[in-house]
């Protein structure tokens, strides 16, 4: 059974509005983590969290905010979605220096 | 700051063929190095990993990568490729795990039969 899983799977948001992109793990892991994935720059990390009530700025933070309520929830928001925003987000936790991976969420804005 | 550089965008080999992908890193410490695969649709899955010890390293499915400090590269190997390890490879650095990981761009594998 996934241990990561990400809600949506598919988003299609409209420019200016507010979207939540929801990550769940069973893992039990400390540490949680959001990046996109775009041709061209690979996977870069958005925000991180070492655990419930921790949120931290990863390599690209601007436009996004993150929300870690519970050790097995984060989620990453955009609080007014632009077009440049349009990606694949891929949230994972991780422990001992591996990170496991969700399936990823196609976010597009129009 | 780290960094990762993996050359080749593409690679295309025969099914039974040996595979090898590049990777060079940057970074001011000795860092945590992984290499991920990404199959179509799905998230990434770890082949392996390395910090210290012997500088070869065995990962799944007969993955196996190589350390070099003097060289700053971390390439994967493979002796022998099936139809099925078509994939997008990524290679990764960090020096402190817990705040996430620097990735390469990728380099999207092709075995053809």
């Known amino acids: 059974e996934a241990a990561v899983t990400q809600s949506p799977r598919n988003k299609v948001a409209v420019t200016g509005g507010k979207v939540t992109l929801s990550c769940n793990q069973t893992?039990?892991?400390?540490?949680m983590y959001w990046y996109r994935q775009d041709t061209g720059h690979g996977l870069r990390l958005i925000h991180y969290?070492?655990?419930?009530?921790?949120?931290e700025k990863g390599d690209i933070p601007d436009g996004y905010k993150a929300s870690r309520p519970s050790q097995e929830n984060f989620s990453l928001i955009l609080e007014l979605a632009t077009p440049s925003q349009t990606s694949v987000y891929f949230c994972?936790?991780?422990?001992?220096?591996?990170?496991?991976f969700g399936p990823g969420t196609r976010l597009t804005v129009l | 700051a780290q960094s990762v550089t993996q050359p080749d965008a593409r690679v295309t080999v025969s099914e039974g063929a040996s595979l090898q992908l590049r990777c060079k890193y940057s970074?001011?410490?000795?860092?945590?190095l992984f290499w991920y695969v990404q199959y179509p649709r799905q998230g990434l899955q770890l082949l392996l990993k390395?910090?210290?010890?012997?500088?070869v390293v065995q990962g799944v499915n007969g993955f196996e990568a190589e350390f070099s400090k003097s060289n700053s590269s971390f390439h994967l190997r493979k002796a022998s490729v099936h139809w099925s390890d078509s994939a997008v490879y990524f290679c990764?650095?960090?020096?402190?795990?817990?705040?996430?990981?620097?990735f390469g761009l990728g380099t999207r594998v092709s075995v053809f039969p």
């Open positions: 970074s001011s410490v000795t860092p945590y």
């Open positions: 994972a936790s991780g422990a001992n220096a591996e990170q496991f």
């Open positions: 969290s070492y655990g419930a009530g921790s949120t």
């Open positions: 893992n039990n892991h400390n540490n």
């Open positions: 990764a650095v960090t020096d402190n795990y817990a705040q996430g990981l620097t």
């Open positions: 390395y910090y210290s010890g012997d500088p």
